[in-house]
């Protein structure tokens, strides 16, 4: 009977909806172009609508898109400071995106982007890219001193200059396998625990009871798994200012 | 309802609010049922543990990554792998320490804000 059990891998699987392929591109709409879309528009429902009709004492909804804004306008003024503001457009956006990403993902039957690295990392290289660019523009060639901590003794630089190098470069990586690795693990558990109670409860009999805790710990994972959504896309957003804190500001820490 | 009338109006009303605001917080906080400062605790163990290891682990990709694309393209089969990969793994160290500091002085000042709300919660 096990055979008929989807395997916890399945759910990762991308199906094409509409295919399209253009000049040997595959660029066909697929569960995970779907989901994205659907987390795009979900973000701008629960935005614009929570807002339309705005009022001086806000009520449930505006307040929670009020709460989103504020909690994120905070993240970005502690880490980045008052010049980070400029960047809070695009913090906002990664963290709504990524945030409706991973709830959406935890909706039977639905897809999750985030649980593919290829998405991640497209999002971490945005931030990556645009870190160099800024750093460059605000501070020209003088952006590399970022490699060169204050207060190092200069016998010590050929050491700690490579270091500071792989270290920046490892940021897109470390930023996009945090996000993909936490949803991939946890949507895995959700779905092998998952098959512990199908196979336990079609034991039959007495055994069937062995159900139980593999079902009671889905209910435990799944709660988990909303902290996780959240948490991943706070973490999300609070590198990103970090990381932009560095090209805006160079040295000094906020 | 006429239009200069309106906003003082308004704001009599937000000035209201706010000292019942005000009043029901003091109230609250010496019953003890409102805690000093309630803010969004955003920090497991398990994340924790998760940002320090793929932190670590990144950094060693990264450097072994660029060691073994530069050994093909010069030619110098093992030695910049190996190098560059030590280099790696001494920048892992640094991202960790730096991370784990980070988090050691937002636990001093969580635990400044609010001295003995919650003491040392998730020690697993």
């Given amino acids: ?254 | 309802m006429s239009a200069p009338e309106e906003p003082s109006a308004d704001s009599r009303k937000l000035d209201d609010l706010g000292r019942r605001l005000d009043s029901f917080e003091r109230r609250a906080q010496a019953t003890g049922t409102l805690p000093k400062k309630t803010r969004a605790e955003p920090n497991s163990a398990l994340g924790s543990a998760f940002k320090l290891s793929t932190e670590f682990v990144a950094a060693v990709a990264v450097g072994g990554g660029m060691g073994w694309v530069l050994d093909d393209w010069l030619g110098t089969k093992p030695t910049l792998f190996l190098v560059l990969m030590a280099f790696g793994v001494a920048a892992g160290f640094f991202g960790v320490f730096r991370i784990a500091r980070r988090m050691q002085a937002e636990d001093a000042a969580k635990a400044k804000d609010a001295p003995a709300l919650k003491p040392d919660e998730d020690e697993d």
């Fill in chain 1, 1 to 254: 009977m096990l055979h008929q059990i989807a395997g916890p891998m399945e759910q990762f699987v991308i199906k094409p909806i509409v295919p399209l392929h253009v000049g040997g591109l595959d660029l066909s709409f697929s569960n995970t172009s779907l989901w994205m879309a659907l987390a795009v528009a979900g973000v701008t429902i629960f935005l614009t609508m929570g807002m339309a009709r705005a009022a001086l004492v806000p009520g449930r909804w505006q307040s929670m898109a009020e709460m989103t804004y504020e909690f994120i306008a905070n993240t970005v003024r502690q880490n980045a400071g008052e010049a980070g503001m400029k960047f809070f457009p695009l913090i906002f956006t990664l963290f709504m995106f990524v945030l409706f990403c991973n709830l959406f993902g935890l909706l039977p039957y639905s897809f999750t982007p985030t649980s593919h690295i290829i998405v991640t990392f497209a999002l971490a290289m945005l931030v990556f890219i645009t870190v160099i660019v800024v750093g460059l523009l605000r501070h020209g060639l003088h952006f590399f001193s970022l490699f060169v901590p204050g207060g190092v003794p200069g016998w010590l630089l050929p050491i700690i200059v490579p270091i500071e190098i792989i270290s920046f470069l490892s940021r897109p990586i470390s930023l996009s396998v945090r996000l993909f690795a936490n949803m991939l693990a946890g949507h895995t558990m959700l779905k092998v625990f998952a098959t512990f109670v199908v196979s336990r409860g079609a034991a039959g009999g007495i055994m069937s009871a062995g159900a139980i805790l593999p079902l009671l710990g889905i209910v435990a994972v799944t709660a988990l798994e909303f902290l996780v959504a959240a948490l991943q896309a706070y973490v999300f957003a609070v590198l990103t200012s970090i990381y932009l804190n560095d090209a805006i500001n160079l040295h000094e820490h906020h």
